[in-house]
C-alpha cells in the first residue's frame, strides 16, 4: 500500500508540473528551528470532515518525536494502531506541496526521506495556527489536522501528553472510511431504513448491539496516556 501511495505522489507531482526533487528537510523552507527549551503546545486534533465533529484538546510537549506523537494520537482518538499512517508538513500526505516523513514500513522498504522518529514536534509547527497532518488506515483514510492553539510555560514534571477534553467517539476500524461510519449511524438511527450490507457491518464491528457515537471520557483517554519523557 505504501509504494503506491510513493507512486500516486510521484504522478501528482508530474501532473502539476513539478518534477519530484526530494529536498532535504534540514534544507526544507518547511522545517521551524528546533526550540532551545521545551514548552508546551495545546493543540487541538480533528479528523477531518467528520460531521458532528470528532476531536480531542491536548498538551503536548514540544520536543515530542512524530513518531510518539503518533502513539498520542492513536491513544486519544481511540484508534488500534492496526494500520499504516503518515504525517506531513504543509498540507495532507502524498499531496505535491506537502512534505511526508517515512514511517516504519516506509523504511524497512528503503524509501527515501526522513524518518519520523527523527522529526520533533517543533520543527513542524512552532507558532499558533500551524498545522501538522496525519492520515492512519490508507483503505479507510481517516484524515486529521492537528492545529496548534497556544504556546504554554512547561513545567519539570509535566506529562508528554495530556488531553484536556475532547467530542465523540473514534469511528470503529475498518468500517469504510467516513462514508461507511456514516451508514453505521444511520443504521443505529433506524435499522429498517438500512441495506443489508450496513446491517452485516454493524453486527461485525458490534456484536452486541450496542455502540454510542456522543460516548468519550477524558479520564480513560489519560489513563491509557502513558509516554516517556523525552530525552
Request: with cysteine; proline share 9%; glycine share 6%.
Amino acid at each position: 500500500m505504501a509504494d503506491s501511495h510513493s507512486a500516486l505522489s510521484a504522478l501528482l507531482a508530474a501532473y502539476s508540473g513539478n518534477p519530484v526533487k526530494p529536498v532535504p528537510w534540514s534544507a526544507h523552507p518547511l522545517r521551524r528551528r528546533r526550540r532551545s527549551k521545551p514548552v508546551s503546545y495545546r493543540v487541538r486534533l480533528d479528523l477531518l470532515d467528520a460531521r458532528p465533529p470528532i476531536w480531542r484538546r491536548l498538551d503536548l510537549a514540544s520536543n515530542l518525536r512524530l513518531d510518539q506523537v503518533h502513539t498520542v494520537i492513536q491513544v486519544a482518538m481511540g484508534w488500534s494502531d492496526a494500520h499504516l499512517h503518515a504525517f506531513s508538513a504543509g498540507g495532507r500526505p502524498y499531496m505535491p506541496d506537502s512534505y511526508q516523513f517515512l514511517n516504519q514500513y516506509e523504511i524497512e522498504q528503503d524509501e527515501p526521506g526522513i524518518p519520523e522518529s527523527e522529526v520533533r514536534l517543533d520543527e513542524v509547527v512552532m507558532e499558533p495556527g500551524d498545522r501538522l497532518w496525519y492520515e492512519y488506515d490508507f483503505g479507510d483514510s481517516w484524515n486529521h489536522v492537528l492545529k496548534l492553539e497556544k504556546v504554554l510555560p512547561r513545567g519539570a514534571n509535566d506529562p508528554a501528553a495530556t488531553c484536556l477534553g475532547g467530542r465523540r467517539a473514534c469511528p470503529p476500524e475498518d468500517c469504510g472510511g467516513l462514508a461507511g461510519y456514516e451508514g453505521l449511524l444511520a443504521f443505529a438511527e433506524d435499522p429498517t431504513l438500512a441495506p443489508d450490507w450496513v446491517k452485516e457491518s454493524w453486527l461485525h464491528h458490534f456484536p452486541d448491539g450496542y455502540f454510542d457515537p456522543a460516548a468519550f471520557d477524558v479520564t480513560e483517554v489519560n489513563d491509557a496516556l502513558w509516554l516517556e519523557e523525552p530525552q
